[in-house]
């Protein structure tokens, strides 16, 4: 399939009988509203490793009511995009990124390791199936939502003995309702999100239950998004309630180093590579909330962006941090996020050539 991977995992296939009807205007998806017609499910259990994988007609489950899940939070999951090209075809980017930090997620948690040529596998066949689910429009996708938990029905609290491994796939547009124009992020100085040592570094439920509270914070003054900062000493920055965070001070681009408690994004790997590939300086450091409002008056912020899958290149407009709202570029995207932006978004949709090996066709 891929010409990389061998796959051999044998997936049992049942269609459909009563296909749904596409959306028809593709410019007003919003985010994970809809879902296609089938889904992947595979099961492990205990002495028996990960067995019965197959593709069937998408809908309700049945878990236990006493579903460990449902109790304690053991569930991970990833976020990915089959991308449609100008000649019809479909394309992944750097998947298997993806299902290797499924792995650590999983380690973390306490779940069991999947084999990432089986989940590329699963993938593939997946959007084979429901191709015609890929949107054909710019700009919109088909969200992949892979994801793993918990269902023994036990009320203990201890690692599971039963899980799901599942793949639910959306065709969706942009994350923010704003689309590219600049998203307003305040800072939150009273909650925290994840520490080190935490689960930080996953992708996992708790670590976004944590932070409704910060998000609703930010909608009740006006705000899309959170800013956290660390949970310590509450002053370095880590990131945004669905991406990472970027700065552009005095022609630097910086952004907070991976210390446990922030995700690993693949956006911001591929933003910080792409970077360094165009000569700009980069630096992957502790930087507190107070520098950045120093760079801020001293005119050196030039500009502040957001990496996430579902996020893309996210230019941020306003930062609020207590009293002080800073109002970025002028409220416009700048230089280094619009480039970020469309060469990112070029090669993941097939308008530009591949240079960096991260597209995968299906
Ligand atoms: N940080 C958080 C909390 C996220 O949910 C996401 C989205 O996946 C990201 C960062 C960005 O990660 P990626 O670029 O791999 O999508
Ligand atoms: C993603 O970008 O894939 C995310 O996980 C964001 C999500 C929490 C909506």
């Not at 993938?123 to 994801?147: C, M, N, Q």
Request: with cysteine; glycine share 10%.
């Amino acid at each position: 399939l891929s010409g990389r991977n061998v796959f051999t995992m044998e997936i049992k296939i049942e269609k459909t009988k009563t296909p749904k009807a596409k959306p028809v205007d593709e410019t007003k998806l919003g985010f994970g509203h809809i879902f296609t017609d089938h889904m992947f499910v595979m099961e492990y259990d205990t002495g028996k490793g990960w067995h019965d994988a197959r593709i069937v007609p998408y809908g309700d489950i049945s878990i236990s009511p006493a579903a460990m899940v449902l109790h304690y939070g053991q569930e991970i999951f990833e976020g990915m995009k089959a991308y449609r090209t100008p000649d019809g075809s479909i394309q992944f980017f750097r998947p298997e990124e993806n299902f290797k930090r499924m792995n650590i997620s999983a380690e973390r948690l306490v779940i069991p390791q999947l084999n990432v040529d089986d989940c590329l596998q699963a993938l593939h066949e997946l959007v084979k199936i429901d191709a015609d689910w890929v949107p054909h429009t710019d700009g919109a996708s088909l969200y992949i939502r892979p994801f793993i938990f918990a269902a023994d029905p036990f009320l203990g609290v201890r690692p599971g003995d039963k899980y799901y491994f599942m793949i639910i796939m959306s065709p969706s547009g942009a994350y923010y309702a704003s689309g590219l124009d600049p998203v307003n992020i305040y800072v939150e100085t009273n909650y925290v999100r994840a520490v080190r040592g935490g689960m930080g570094f996953t992708k996992t439920g708790g670590n976004y239950a944590a932070s409704l509270i910060g998000q609703d914070e930010a909608h009740k003054q006006n705000y899309s998004q959170v800013l956290w900062l660390d949970g310590v000493e509450r002053k370095y920055i880590e990131e945004v309630g669905a991406m990472n965070i970027f700065f552009v001070i005095d022609g630097e681009v910086v952004t907070p180093a991976l210390q446990g408690s922030i995700l690993s994004g693949i956006t911001r790997k591929s933003s910080i590579e792409l970077c360094k590939k165009w000569g700009l300086k980069v630096s992957e450091k502790r930087i507190t909330i107070q520098e950045i409002a120093d760079a801020y008056d001293a005119g050196k912020l030039n500009e502040v962006f957001g990496t996430g899958t579902a996020a893309v290149i996210s230019p941020v407009g306003h930062l609020k941090w207590g009293d002080k709202v800073m109002l970025i570029n002028n409220n416009k995207i700048g230089p280094i996020s619009q480039r970020l932006y469309d060469t990112m978004t070029g090669m993941q949709y097939g308008k530009l050539p591949d240079e960096m090996g991260w597209i995968e066709k299906l």
